[in-house]
């Protein structure tokens, strides 16, 4: 069945750069997506990107794909503090309908 | 900006009891979804509805049901709670956009503890 994976914690220093990283199954994805989570709060769209873009960047935030590989990434230029969240991968794929699966999300730790 | 809202930041229920939770949207959306997020499992689809009185069985419907009488508003029923359903709930619902990309926009959570 259709499936996203992604790590669970990553760790890194204020100004530095965090890449969070997925993997999905579903080889009929067409958008990709991805949410953040601040504590306390519900998931809130950050970015996403059709399946026939390879990168989409956005101010801070670039984010690749690797169909081929079914690899997903999302670059954090300068963390910051306030980019300390969870970050969900999400993929939309077809199963008599489409739907949102989502990954099991990475917590970001950003160190001042 | 969407507004998603959750009646219930934080919920304590004894087992066996009838739980409510409710949902509304302002954005005349017309889907609607109960997820729940555990540690380490990310989020479940429980049931979503693309339409006032339409129902759909998610991933893990069991133990849940859900009422949608009105457009906005979509409401999970736990119909008797047990330990197992002490989670993190989240309502979201979906704007049109293109046939195949379903931007969600999440309400804050309930928290749910059963006792």
């Known amino acids: 069945g259709e499936d996203v994976e992604q790590s669970l914690f990553l760790s890194v220093r204020e100004g530095d750069s965090s890449v969070i990283n997925c993997t999905y199954t579903d080889s009929s994805s067409t958008y990709l997506y991805w949410y953040k989570q601040e504590p306390g709060a519900g998931l809130q769209l950050l970015t996403y990107?059709?399946?026939?873009?390879d990168m989409k960047q956005d101010q801070r935030l670039t984010v690749l794909l690797n169909k081929k590989d079914k690899h997903l990434s999302l670059r954090i230029a300068d963390t910051q503090t306030g980019d300390s969240a969870i970050y969900f991968c999400a993929e939309s794929a077809y199963t008599g309908g489409f739907k949102t699966i989502f990954g099991a999300g990475t917590r970001l730790f950003v160190k001042a | 900006d969407v507004k998603v809202t959750q009646s219930s930041r934080y919920l304590v229920k004894r087992t066996g009891e009838k739980v409510f939770l409710e949902c509304v949207q302002d954005m005349d959306h017309e889907n609607m979804f109960w997820y729940r997020q555990d540690p380490g499992l990310g989020l479940r689809l429980i049931y979503f509805?693309?339409?006032?009185?339409?129902?759909e069985k998610g991933d893990i419907p069991e133990g849940y049901s859900v009422s949608r009488e009105k457009k906005e508003r979509f409401s999970l029923i736990l119909e008797s709670a047990s330990t197992n359903q002490t989670s993190m709930y989240l309502c979201?619902?979906?704007?049109?956009?293109?046939?195949?990309?379903?931007?969600?926009?999440f309400g804050s959570g309930t928290q749910l503890s059963v006792l």
């Open positions: 990107i059709f399946s026939n873009m």
């Open positions: 509805s693309y339409d006032v009185k339409m129902k």
């Open positions: 979201a619902s979906s704007s049109p956009g293109e046939a195949t990309n379903e931007k969600l926009f």
